[in-house]
């Protein structure tokens, strides 16, 4: 009866998302591997058993095995079945600070692509009141990476009034709000963070190679100069699965 249950509470979950039913599904059963309850050198269900405890129909099934097989968690031999022969990697280095200090140091080993650089752009809505829109900005398109992996997108937008005080090599080099910390006549006076948990579009999922609908985290950072100006907006989307949030409450 409790497996009956549980079983029904499955179909239900899928059926209330939007996103494809095997990307759904790849998500689960990576998570069953995740918390051991499919184990390494484990034989997992077979296809029709799979479908029927899911209520899909069985190519729904394979399409989220293929899935699972690129990323190296699972091997199908004929005539014996699927086994797990792998964990995920669930390697959470890229911690999001939520201190002023913490936000201007940049990760170890990263590497900051520059994926677009507009001139003239004006600041996009965004959440939040704290100050004053500029007349123009610099919006650079960011990627952020370690070992080859892209862990953070990022829009950010820099008040083309203070863009010749930055050093062009910090683009590529610094926290977006490294970049206007410290600047000569600049003297931040309000600065905030805003997370948002959400899920990967298609662009997204490209661009972070990821699958559509996997977990992502939205953080929108304003910093305001003492004229009350928006100097540096940055909205950037981090990959859920390679990045923590931790919070010092006393």
Same mark, same amino acid.
């Given at each position: 009866?409790?497996?009956?249950? =549980?079983?029904?509470?499955?179909?239900?979950?899928?059926?209330? =998302?939007?996103?494809?039913?095997?990307?759904?599904?790849?998500?689960?059963?990576? &998570?069953?591997?995740?918390?051991?309850?499919?184990?390494?050198?484990?034989?997992?269900?077979?296809?029709?058993?799979?479908?029927?405890?899911?209520?899909?129909?069985?190519?729904?099934?394979?399409?989220?095995?293929?899935?699972?097989?690129?990323?190296?968690?699972?091997?199908?031999?004929?005539?014996?079945?699927?086994?797990?022969?792998? &964990?995920?990697?669930?390697?959470?280095?890229?911690?999001?600070?939520?201190?002023?200090?913490?936000?201007?140091?940049?990760?170890?080993?990263?590497?900051?692509?520059?994926?677009?650089?507009?001139?003239?752009?004006?600041?996009?809505?965004?959440?939040?009141?704290?100050?004053?829109?500029?007349?123009?900005?610099?919006?650079?398109?960011?990627?952020? =990476?370690?070992?080859?992996?892209?862990?953070?997108?990022?829009?950010?937008?820099?008040?083309?009034?203070?863009?010749?005080?930055?050093?062009?090599?910090?683009?590529?080099?610094? $926290?977006?709000?490294?970049?206007?910390?410290?600047?000569?006549?600049?003297?931040?006076?309000?600065?905030? &963070?805003?997370?948002?948990?959400?899920?990967?579009?298609?662009? $997204?999922?490209?661009?972070?190679?990821?699958?559509?609908?996997?977990?992502?985290?939205?953080?929108?950072?304003?910093?305001?100069?003492?004229?009350?100006?928006?100097?540096?907006?940055?909205?950037?989307?981090?990959?859920?699965?390679?990045?923590?949030?931790?919070?010092?409450?006393?």
């Amino acid at each position: 009866m409790a497996g009956m249950k =549980s079983e029904n509470a499955t179909v239900k979950a899928l059926q209330k =998302s939007n996103v494809s039913r095997y990307i759904q599904l790849a998500s689960l059963f990576r &998570q069953r591997i995740e918390s051991g309850e499919w184990e390494v050198g484990e034989k997992i269900p077979t296809v029709k058993e799979l479908a029927d405890q899911c209520g899909v129909a069985t190519m729904t099934i394979r399409q989220s095995l293929d899935i699972l097989e690129k990323e190296g968690l699972i091997e199908r031999y004929r005539a014996k079945g699927t086994f797990v022969v792998e &964990q995920p990697k669930r390697d959470l280095w890229c911690e999001v600070k939520t201190d002023w200090t913490g936000l201007l140091i940049a990760r170890d080993n990263a590497v900051i692509e520059i994926l677009g650089d507009e001139l003239g752009a004006q600041l996009p809505r965004h959440d939040g009141d704290i100050g004053n829109a500029a007349p123009a900005y610099r919006h650079l398109k960011r990627r952020h =990476s370690r070992d080859d992996l892209a862990f953070l997108l990022a829009d950010v937008y820099v008040d083309e009034r203070i863009c010749d005080l930055i050093p062009e090599e910090n683009y590529t080099k610094v $926290t977006a709000m490294r970049l206007v910390a410290d600047l000569p006549g600049q003297t931040v006076v309000n600065a905030n &963070q805003i997370v948002t948990i959400g899920a990967a579009d298609l662009e $997204t999922a490209s661009q972070l190679n990821i699958s559509i609908g996997d977990p992502i985290a939205r953080v929108q950072r304003t910093v305001v100069n003492q004229n009350g100006d928006i100097i540096m907006l940055a909205n950037g989307i981090y990959r859920g699965d390679m990045m923590k949030i931790e919070v010092k409450l006393r």
